[in-house]
């Protein structure tokens, strides 16, 4: 079942767009992709991130997909954006999932998607003239830091770094890092989430959502971090210290203490679309496991019907779909009763999806011998997208205790419920 047997989910205006994003993929995309990476990494041998710098082919398949309509595709605002609903997108999502290279095309990657919809949403209209459009337009790029060397994130309410006001400035002090795209040449602002003590409040309306101007005197950017081994050239994930910082309080987003209900707002979206980009890379990963399996003889026989890969393609069939079903439930349930009312999907499926790719992409790995672990196929790179996922947006762990909560609370159970009186 590919997401083409599933378009009944979206309007005539997400089937035509998804009819037009797969052309543009195959004919533009799919045919330089393995290059592309090569004369990528060309560029950018080391860890030295000042100058990484994207290949030639860049800006000119970002600009052909501008001018075909193509562009910024998650945001739903028919005038900024293409004016998908969430469920219109998700296909089209696991469309770009497919290939590493497509998101960028589009102006529609990690974290910038998620930070364009944040100030969209969230904006004052004089922030999103100097930050959003800018973005929007492809001219610069953005980053989301929010994750801390020295404090288990898995709980956002441990952070140190503070975002305190004094005067008409906030003065960002601490350090994050797992920062992704930091390391991009065309990053121009971070949009920081620290704590901003307020007696008066609860413990989530302790933290704010700050805009700090990527030059500005205190940021100081240490290193680049690897991923496996690889530093994700020249998108990058770095680490990042701030020392008496000063904005003005104009930076706020949304006001001091919202930090965590625009997060909410932000997360929702995006989760749907890592969860689908998920699977359009299953879908590839399975894909390339029977060309592969089909292709290559052992003992007599083609590679999948030996030691049991004909039942691995089913169960990983089988899963990609499940997976699938449960995204689109979710994005539907986000779309018509908002994001609040598809916590527990949204959970679910961030739980399940990239679990589901891991274990897709270490069954076609398996298939393909050493060729899955090395350069020649996307394979090593999209089990690395599926390893980090189960940590990034919130680890496995959090979501299962977070559907857990609201099953009791489905019940009739409260939080505080002692296990005795169950």
């Excluded at 860890?47 to 910024?72: F, M, V």
């Excluded at 350090?175 to 609860?202: F, H, N, Q």
């Excluded at 169960?315 to 994005?331: F, P, S």
């Excluded at 019940?411 to 296990?419: C, I, L, N, V, Y």
Aim: glycine share 8%; net charge negative; proline share 5%.
């Amino acid at each position: 079942m590919s997401n083409d047997n599933l378009m009944f989910t979206a309007t005539e205006h997400g089937q035509a767009m998804h009819a037009k994003v797969k052309a543009f993929i195959e004919t533009h995309i799919e045919p330089i992709e393995a290059q592309f990476w090569e004369d990528c990494h060309k560029k950018n041998p080391d860890g030295n991130w000042e100058n990484w710098e994207w290949p030639e082919a860049y800006e000119s398949l970002r600009k052909q997909a501008r001018e075909a309509g193509l562009w910024n595709l998650f945001l739903p605002d028919d005038t900024l954006g293409a004016g998908l609903s969430v469920t219109d997108y998700a296909p089209i999502a696991e469309l770009t999932g497919r290939s590493l290279l497509a998101p960028h095309v589009f102006n529609c990657n990690a974290p910038d998607s998620g930070n364009m919809e944040l100030l969209w949403r969230y904006g004052t209209k004089e922030q999103q003239d100097k930050w959003l459009t800018p973005i929007l337009e492809g001219k610069t790029r953005s980053v989301f830091c929010m994750t801390e060397p020295d404090v288990a994130s898995s709980d956002a309410t441990n952070m140190e770094a503070t975002a305190v006001v004094d005067g008409d400035e906030i003065v960002i002090n601490g350090s994050k890092w797992w920062s992704s795209g930091l390391g991009d040449p065309a990053v121009d602002i971070l949009i920081v989430m620290a704590y901003t003590a307020d007696e008066r409040a609860d413990r989530h309306h302790q933290h704010s959502m700050v805009l700090v101007p990527v030059k500005t005197a205190g940021v100081n950017i240490k290193r680049m971090l690897k991923v496996f081994g690889d530093y994700d050239a020249p998108h990058g994930h770095g680490e990042i210290s701030f020392e008496n910082v000063r904005v003005p309080v104009s930076h706020f987003i949304g006001g001091p203490g919202k930090g965590f209900e625009i997060a909410q707002g932000r997360l929702g979206p995006g989760r749907i679309h890592h969860c689908m980009r998920c699977i359009g890379a299953a879908e590839k990963s399975l894909e390339l496991a029977v060309k592969r399996g089909m292709s290559r003889t052992a003992f007599g026989k083609p590679l999948l019907q030996l030691g049991g890969n004909f039942e691995r393609i089913a169960e990983a069939r089988i899963k990609i779909d499940q997976a699938r079903l449960m995204t689109l439930y979710a994005a539907q349930k986000m779309d018509a009763h908002g994001t609040k009312a598809a916590l527990t999907e949204i959970s679910a499926i961030k739980v399940v999806a990239p679990t589901v790719l891991q274990e897709v992409v270490d069954m076609a790995i398996q298939i393909h011998g050493g060729m899955g672990v090395c350069q020649d196929t996307l394979l090593p790179n999209f089990y690395a997208q599926a390893r980090v996922l189960r940590l990034a947006d919130g680890p496995d762990e959090v979501h299962k205790t977070m559907i857990a909560k609201l099953e009791l609370k489905r019940q009739g159970f409260s939080r505080s419920t002692k296990s005795d009186k169950a």
